[in-house]
């Protein structure tokens, strides 16, 4: 089921965060789950990252047009085609007919042949001009498919990650089978340094270890060298996951997720 209607919130000037929650029942208690999306607005031309969960149409059209304020919307990055980032996709082409889909789309003309003219491919390190600020397309270092993509914005310093860095927080039981990064109601528009406790080592290893099972099997050590790079090169104040709180303490989460995957590499062995 979803959760009560969120309202986008300002990460940063021209940098709003959108989406909402899947709510369920666990752990003895309710929990929420985000399916994040991201609106990036420039002096001429506005950029959505994502499209969130299709359980939240309605309610991510209304934050884009409230966040809008009359403008229209002129492109969209899903970050891959899954459908919590891009299964609003049709809903968002049809309220806007001037937006265009833009990245790494090699297959969306099989998901939305109907949109096929309105695609756009672009490369990691080309960049989408929004007037006074530029969307630059990134490679993904830690991905869920192949086409995944990652983004940052040159005004606000937002790193746009998808599926990376997404931690569990504040779970009351760790031990039991969860693999999502949930939270309590009412943290659902916080940012990482303003909910009550900092994700753990082992919460990120937990959550990273199911949701992207690969990293059972590689060492992502090179992947974690090319983000320092990456940040070093595209100063950074704040990720933005897909899964997850908005991460406001970057060189604190580099720290943890690093510790986590090499967690869930080692112990590979061990059923993490």
Not at 6 to 26: P, Q, T, V
Not at 63 to 80: I, K, M, S, W
Not at 82 to 106: C, D, F, K, S
Not at 208 to 233: C, H, M, N, P, Q
Request: charged share 20%; glycine share 10%; hydrophobic share 40%.
């Amino acid at each position: 089921m979803t959760a009560a209607f969120e309202s986008a919130r300002r990460i940063a000037d021209g940098a709003f965060w959108l989406g909402g929650c899947l709510s369920a029942f666990g752990h003895g208690e309710e929990v929420h789950y985000h399916v994040n999306a991201f609106l990036v607005i420039g002096d001429e031309r506005a950029v959505l990252i994502d499209t969130g969960d299709p359980a939240h149409r309605e309610m991510v059209l209304a934050q884009v047009e409230e966040v809008l304020a009359g403008r229209t919307l002129d492109y969209v990055v899903p970050t891959h085609p899954e459908i919590p980032h891009a299964g609003n996709l049709p809903a968002l082409m049809q309220r806007y007919p001037q937006a265009v889909v833009v990245g790494e789309i090699r297959d969306y003309h099989l998901h939305f042949p109907e949109f096929a003219d309105r695609l756009l491919a672009l490369p990691p390190g080309r960049s989408i001009d929004l007037g006074g600020r530029e969307l630059m397309l990134m490679p993904a270092h830690i991905r869920d498919l192949e086409n995944t993509t990652w983004a940052w914005d040159s005004g606000a310093g937002v790193l746009f990650v998808s599926d990376g860095f997404s931690f569990i927080h504040d779970v009351p039981s760790p031990d039991e089978e969860e693999d999502e990064p949930v939270h309590r109601p009412g943290q659902c528009r916080l940012l990482s340094g303003e909910m009550p406790e900092p994700p753990t080592v082992a919460q990120a290893a937990y959550g990273t270890g199911r949701a992207l099972y690969w990293t059972k099997f590689v060492d992502v050590s090179d992947a974690f060298t090319a983000i320092e790079s990456l940040l070093d090169e595209h100063p950074t104040r704040f990720i933005g996951p897909a899964h997850g709180n908005v991460i406001d303490d970057v060189d604190g989460m580099l720290r943890t997720s690093l510790a986590a995957h090499r967690t869930v590499y080692q112990g590979r062995g061990l059923g993490l």
